[in-house]
Nanobody
Framework: QVQLVESGGGLVQTGDSLRLSCAVS????????MGWFRQAPGKEREFVAA????????VSADSVKGRFTISRDNAKNTVYLQMSSLKPQDTARYYC??????????????????WGQGTQVTVSS
């Protein structure tokens, strides 16, 4: 079973930066497209960013474009989400996900096969 473990969340102030990491078990990480989603209390899970298996042509939601950057290190089986200029509306639980089928950066959660437990990001005003 593939396991995804997120880390790096925390409580920060408006304008601060954080880097989330997601470590993925197994030997097929380099064949997965990877995504980050988030869910705030009382809201649906929403797409944040995704990166294809080869690391090129990442995509991100309009709400985070220019502030968040997704990247991956296939040698370390890890995907990252660098977040800067954080806002209170970024407060959510952030989930890492792996798509073992398409290899391309899907924005829809139903394309992802594996999910982590999430890491909480709280941005105070």
């Amino acid at each position: 079973q593939v396991q995804l473990v997120e880390s790096g969340g925390g409580l920060v102030q408006t304008g601060d930066s954080l880097r989330l990491s997601c470590a993925v078990s197994g030997r097929f990480f380099s064949s997965y497209a990877m995504g980050w989603f988030r869910q705030a209390p009382g809201k649906e899970r929403e797409f944040v960013a995704a990166i294809p298996k080869n690391g090129d042509s990442a995509v991100s939601a309009d709400s985070v474009k220019g502030r968040f950057t997704i990247s991956r290190d296939n040698a370390k089986n890890t995907v990252y989400l660098q977040m800067s200029s954080l806002k209170p509306q970024d407060t959510a639980r952030y989930y890492c996900s792996a798509d073992r089928r398409t290899g391309v950066p899907e924005t829809r959660a139903r394309y992802y096969d594996y999910w982590g437990q999430g890491t909480q990001v709280t941005v105070s005003s």
